[in-house]
């Protein structure tokens, strides 16, 4: 059975960091591309980043760019992302899944079939 499991949002303080993760439980995610979307309260689902299977191409949210950053860990089944300056405009259920067009673009969640639990990140005073 294929699941994606995500962890390590919380409460933050505007200007805080989070490093969200994305793990894989019955595969690895190596050989595919991988996205995060967040969906704030009252908000339609977006877009944040994704990268490609190979990591080495990563595309992210205009409003999310120079603060977030997508990554691979060196475990084959981890995907992570790494959240500075947040904002409390960040404040969103966080989910990580497949990315279909090989992180070619934007990510968006039209593209994506299924959702996981997502984690948590609330960003306030």
């Known amino acids: 059975q294929l699941q994606l499991v995500e962890s390590g949002g919380g409460l933050v303080q505007p200007g805080g960091s989070l490093r969200l993760s994305c793990a894989a439980s019955?595969?690895?995610?190596?050989?595919?591309?991988m996205s995060w979307f967040r969906q704030a309260p009252g908000k339609e689902r977006e877009g944040v980043s994704c990268i490609s299977s190979n990591g080495v191409r990563t595309n992210y949210a205009d409003s999310v760019k120079g603060r977030f950053t997508i990554s691979r860990g060196v475990a084959k089944n981890t995907v992570y992302l790494q959240m500075n300056s947040l904002k409390p405009e960040d404040t969103a259920v966080y989910y990580c899944a497949f990315d279909p067009f090989n992180c070619v673009g934007a990510p968006l969640p039209d593209n994506i079939g299924s959702w996981g639990q997502g984690t948590q990140v609330t960003d306030s005073s």
């Open positions: 019955g595969f690895t995610l190596d050989a595919y591309a």
